[in-house]
Each structure stands twice: as structure tokens, then as C-alpha cells.
T-cell receptor
């Protein structure tokens, strides 16, 4: 079975700093999709960024970027110039078999003023 | 319209009650999901509907009964629940054809007393 592992239960940084959240996954599939979702206290799950495994180029969305290492099965999220509004739970997710979206355990990120 | 609407937002029910959770979308997405999320945990997949047919049931107890009456609606019928079923129930939809990200509703906070 595919698994997604986030090894950092909690992280805390100062506003404007850069922070990197780690995610590793295990799969036998060759083509798949990876996502980072953000869940603030309002509880709405919001997509931060997505990566297609067949694309070698790392995805970037404004202050958010990923470091996708397919051979190492690693998919880390970098948040640059962090803002107070970035405080949330962050989940790494893997789309398995084109249907099943599986989540890691999450990292609680706190941005301090 | 990129919204997934879940009703009710909060629900308190007794163990002998029957209630239903509702999820509605108008994005034309043909994959719809129910997730259960306990506090400080990742969402756990319960059911997946693909083209209005149940395609994945993650061995969920029969006291949870999903229904997809049409391509815009997804229901979760609840009967004889236990206190441990108290959780946030999230609905998500995805464009089955293009393997895009899942869009989530704000969830229903369920408390079983």
C-alpha cells in the first residue's frame, strides 16, 4: 500500500523567514500526483501546490515551491517570506490509482510575529 | 463556481438518531469523496464515488451509508452512531478526467452523544 510520511509534527518560525516541510512517500506506480494542502483553524482544506510525477521541473506558486526528488520519493514544501496567515496544518497528499487521495500525518506550522 | 458546499456545518445527534450529511458541487466533477477527520489527525478516506457509482469503500461500518443521487449531490446517511464517530466529516470533489486536485468543503462537525 502507498504511504505518505511527514516526519515533522510541529514547526515554528518567525515571520518573513523561510521554512521547509518534509514529505516522503512510497509507491510502485510510475506516474502519480502529489499535493500539499493547508488546513487553517477554519478547517477548510486548501490546495497549496501540486506536482505531476512525470514533470521533472519543480512546481512553484508565488512564495511556495517544492523540491521533488522522484528517485528518493521525496516531496518537500518550501515557504519563503513566511506570513502570519501561513499558520496552519500542512498535509502532504498522494493521488493513488487516479482515485484515492491519501494524506500524511500533517505538520503543524506556526508563524510567529 | 469552485465551491463545495456541505450542510449542516454542525450536528449533534443521539446514538439512536438518524441524520444525513449533504454535499453539493456544481463544478461538473465526477469523483466525489467522503473523509473522516479526528482532531489533530489527517483525513481518513471513507468512500469514493466515480460517475455516481461507489468505487471505493474503505471498510466503513454499515452505520454510515453513502448515496450519490446525481452528479452534483453526495449524501452520507448516519444511523446508530457511536460517540467515537464524533469527528469532522469532509466532502471533496475532483475532476476525474484530468486528475486534478481535490476541492474540499468546509466540513460538518459531528458530535454523537
Amino acid at each position: 500500500a502507498q504511504t505518505v510520511t511527514q516526519s515533522q509534527p510541529e514547526m515554528s518560525v518567525q515571520e518573513a523567514e523561510t521554512v521547509t516541510l518534509s514529505c516522503t512517500y512510497d509507491t510502485s506506480e510510475s506516474n502519480y500526483y502529489l499535493f500539499w494542502y493547508k488546513q487553517p483553524p477554519s478547517r477548510q482544506m486548501i490546495l497549496v501546490i501540486r506536482q505531476e510525477a512525470y514533470k521533472q521541473q519543480n512546481a512553484t506558486e508565488n512564495r511556495f515551491s517544492v523540491n521533488f526528488q522522484k528517485a528518493a520519493k521525496s516531496f518537500s514544501l518550501k515557504i519563503s517570506d513566511s506570513q502570519l496567515g501561513d499558520t496552519a496544518m500542512y498535509f502532504c497528499a498522494f493521488l493513488q490509482g487516479a482515485q484515492k487521495l491519501v494524506f500524511g500525518q500533517g505538520t503543524r506550522l506556526t508563524i510567529n510575529p | 463556481d469552485t465551491e463545495v458546499t456541505q450542510t449542516p456545518k454542525h450536528l449533534v445527534m443521539g446514538m439512536t438518531n438518524k441524520k444525513s450529511l449533504k454535499c453539493e458541487q456544481h463544478m461538473g466533477h465526477r469523483a466525489m469523496y467522503w473523509y473522516k477527520q479526528k482532531a489533530k489527525k489527517p483525513p481518513e478516506l471513507m468512500f469514493v464515488y466515480s460517475y455516481e457509482k461507489l468505487s471505493i469503500n474503505e471498510s466503513v461500518p454499515s452505520r454510515f451509508s453513502p448515496e450519490c443521487p446525481n452528479s452534483s449531490l453526495l449524501n452520507l446517511h448516519l444511523h446508530a452512531l457511536q460517540p467515537e464517530d464524533s469527528a469532522l466529516y469532509l466532502c471533496a470533489t475532483r475532476d476525474r478526467l484530468w486528475n486534478t486536485e481535490a476541492f474540499f468543503g468546509q466540513g460538518t462537525r459531528l458530535t454523537v452523544v
